[in-house]
């Protein structure tokens, strides 16, 4: 089954963590019988955990190891796991230092080219301007902008 639309880590990490201020926009899309299917990039997984269990006094959530494990795999048991092959992730990285890219950005890169190469037609993410600038050829929507999108659908 293709995958309506690629999940970023941001909304990953809302989905599980109850505090956060986009937990249930993010929850909504895999919430319900008409709920579209959606693919997260596996490195996408690894962000998801070292945010949610970071310590410190930046630290939003401070999951516990098993419980960031638990609640990630009941995000992998709904939806599809895609990636890049080793040589396509060095591929992008250099065609990204080419550009001048520089920083974190990379993995919004990295998330986008999995979608990409995956042909899946949409991004779904709470930081549209970072992937938009990325990926213009891509739908990029935040979870109620892709929701409404979808509602508007004909038939």
């Known amino acids: 089954m293709r995958a309506a639309g690629l999940l970023d880590s941001n909304v990953v990490i809302a989905m599980v963590a109850e505090e956060h201020e986009h937990h249930r926009p993010s929850l909504g899309l895999v919430i319900g019988d008409d709920a579209p299917h959606f693919a997260v990039a596996a490195h996408s997984y690894a962000e998801a955990y ?9 630290a939003p959530f401070r999951f516990e190891p ?9 995000v992998r048991a709904v939806t599809t796991l895609v990636g890049l ?13 080419q550009s001048g890219g520089v ?32 990926f213009p050829t891509l739908t990029v929507a935040q979870p109620s902008q892709f929701t409404a999108m979808r509602s508007a659908r004909p038939g």
């Open 50 to 58: 070292s945010t949610l269990t970071r310590r410190g006094d930046h």
């Open 66 to 74: 098993e419980e960031a494990w638990a609640a990630l795999e009941s």
């Open 85 to 97: 092959t080793p040589a396509q992730t060095f591929d992008a990285m250099r065609r990204y230092a």
């Open 103 to 134: 920083g974190a950005r990379l993995y919004d890169l990295l998330i986008g080219e999995a979608a990409a190469i995956q042909g899946i037609p949409a991004i779904i993410t709470w930081n549209i301007n970072h992937m938009r600038g990325l």
